[in-house]
DNA sequence: GCCAAACGATACAGATCGGTATATTTAAGC
DNA sequence: GCTTAAATATACCGATCTGTATCGTTTGGC
């Protein structure tokens, strides 16, 4: 293995092993045998424990939400599609065999004081997600994009945990069907995207002198 | 202290320490500590920790099912009120200062492989809370139950997972309002309760052979 | 191709883990 | 009140934990 991939090589077995075994139940000592390096090697790269934690949350929580939108932005073109196709990603993720509930969830839990950097990671990675569903839900004109995206990660998150419970994707079909009859209901704005406040009274104004 | 009440306060203090550490990073030096007894005398009581975490689990399970009963029975006579009213048990769960997420999902959080005995308790509980909304469901004499206590289960559990994130009660009033209208448009059977189905189909025999 | 930095292997440190052994004291039930 | 079971206190066990130290080997950059 050439030496520049150790790094990531470290990051996606400890991310592995977390989601086999939880944090505190994963020793350094496995991790470097399964990683098949030295012990040196791996506090080469990462001072204390809880800063490879650390880093291998940062690389999955860019990871997931990287995909997330790819998966998202190919299966669906319009924003109100994509907030339910956010869904069909939830559950991909979900019926792979390898799921035992979200690794964020798992970290907050395991380390559970609000001010500890890994607890601080785990809400990072849950903040920047909603900020996605809002973006989405702006985009799909809902008169309250805060109020829907915030529905919508509910129904992500009660989806995750009931399926690291059950072992199934049905909880998030479930979900994805509250979700769907749930947007069917929520009042849109009709046309231009309301934009920022000062982006869209600026873009009135030049449509209005443009045109009359 | 009474003998007698050495096992309860046992489990009285393993709860807290989980809820405060999780269960890994709660040590039995710690817990004797806290708990002001020797360690032998743990040790009488469970021959394991692993016991001492499944007897706690089932303390912590009746006694949390039997406060949203008595709750939520209290609060409200008719069982579709009753319904929602397991959002405001909820929330007073949730608005505890020493909340810090729901001790079944850290449990088997922190417990993963679906054999290991933590992980079947921790499951054991959530159909058992699932059970009730079934059943107040069906006393509201709601068309489809089951489908009506699979989805309060899941806003429950999404309102409780973003609760251990936010550290507040919003997201459980969210998931209520959220209930509130998801039942508002569901539908129910407007007299008697549905009859069992065996019933049903034994009257159909009887007088389908009778006629022809 | 040289040199420095990084790697691997191993041993070890000190703390903590779950659990046991022993010996003494306490208290509950007959 | 006596007996017996259970409590306490303490020392200890082997395993494992995170992290360090040592030293020989490999490798990447100039």
Partial sequence: MRRSEIRGHLLDTALRLFNLHGYH??????????????????????ETKEDLILAALERRDEESRAEMRIFVEQRASEPYERLLATFDFLEASVRDKQFRGCIFM??????KEAVDPVFRAALMHKRLVLAYFEELAHAARFAEPKRIADAINLLH??????????????????????????????ARVPNEPPARREGAEQQAKVSDTGRA
Same sequence: chains 1, 2.
């Fill in 157 to 186: 998150e009660g989806a995750t945990a009931i399926a690291q419970m059950t072992r199934t994707g049905e909880p998030v079909r479930q979900s994805k069907r509250m979700a769907t009859s749930l947007l069917a209901e929520e």
């Fill in 106 to 111: 798992s970290a907050a839990g395991e380390h």
């Fill in 25 to 46: 139940a994963t020793g350094i000592d496995l991790l470097i045998a399964e990683a098949g390096v030295a012990k040196t090697t791996l506090y080469r790269h990462f």
